[in-house]
């Protein structure tokens, strides 16, 4: 049943360690979108992928990557994580990109040691 | 771009309704409005949105203001399970994408 699974639930990485999240979605949706969350913050979007248009966000730092195989898949890559980049990194998806309604996974709680 | 402004935090007591305010005076005329909520430990799901005529859901209502600058998500009768942060966003006006505000925190009393 589920629709966005994002794996694992759980990372642990040390500071420098490149670190891979995954993204996956049963929903054939054309829009994923990566979202950073840190404590006690609301969630702020890094960048999303309209089929597979990649569009960046103005402020995402370099250090952030991603990539999309194909319509079900889409990673985050954190090529030298660094202690400030420890969030729940957060996979929606959404039919559209023009305020169609974007259904979340549970997140990936990222700590970096 | 249309802002959005809600209350940090609110209290509702169990099984009591509960009324949501959200303020964005310089909405455009296409500016959907769209809630979301954010549950302890979970990813943000979608409650509603509407356009200009008050809208109804299993989830919960939102009442939209005659001017449109304003609006109100209505929880029925608020349960445990409903201590959430809640969100007012207005995704056409940024492009489509949601941009979160701090949202209003949501607990609820037994």
């Known amino acids: 049943d589920a629709m966005v699974i994002q794996n694992p639930r759980y990372q642990v990485t040390q500071f420098g360690k490149p670190v891979t999240l995954s993204c996956s979605q049963t929903?054939?949706?054309?829009?994923m979108y990566w979202y950073q969350q840190k404590s006690s913050q609301a969630p702020k979007l890094l960048f999303h992928?309209?089929?597979?248009?990649?569009?960046n966000e103005a402020d995402t730092p370099d250090n952030f990557q991603s990539r999309r195989p194909n319509t079900s898949f889409c990673f985050l890559d954190i090529r030298s994580p660094g202690l400030g980049d420890a969030a729940m990194y957060l996979c929606?998806?959404?039919?559209?990109?023009?305020?169609?309604?974007?259904?979340f996974g549970p997140g990936t709680r990222l700590t970096v040691l | 771009d249309a802002k959005t402004t809600q209350p940090n935090s609110m209290e509702s007591n169990e099984e009591e309704p509960v009324h949501l305010p959200c303020n964005h005076s310089?909405?455009?005329?296409?500016?959907?409005i769209h809630w979301y909520r954010q549950l302890p430990s979970q990813g943000p799901e979608y409650v509603i949105h509407?356009?200009?005529s008050n809208v109804n859901n299993r989830m919960a209502s939102l009442a939209i203001a005659e001017d449109r600058k304003s609006s109100t998500l209505i929880l029925h009768r608020a349960t445990l399970r409903d201590a959430a942060v809640y969100y007012c966003?207005?995704?056409?006006?940024?492009?489509?994408?949601?941009?979160f505000g701090q949202g209003t925190e949501l607990s609820v009393k037994p």
């Open positions: 310089t909405i455009s005329g296409t500016d959907y």
């Open positions: 929606a998806t959404s039919r559209g990109a023009t305020g169609d309604t974007q259904y």
């Open positions: 509407g356009l200009t």
């Open positions: 966003i207005l995704p056409y006006n940024q492009g489509g994408k949601l941009i």
């Open positions: 992928y309209y089929d597979k248009d990649f569009n």
């Open positions: 929903l054939n949706h054309n829009v």
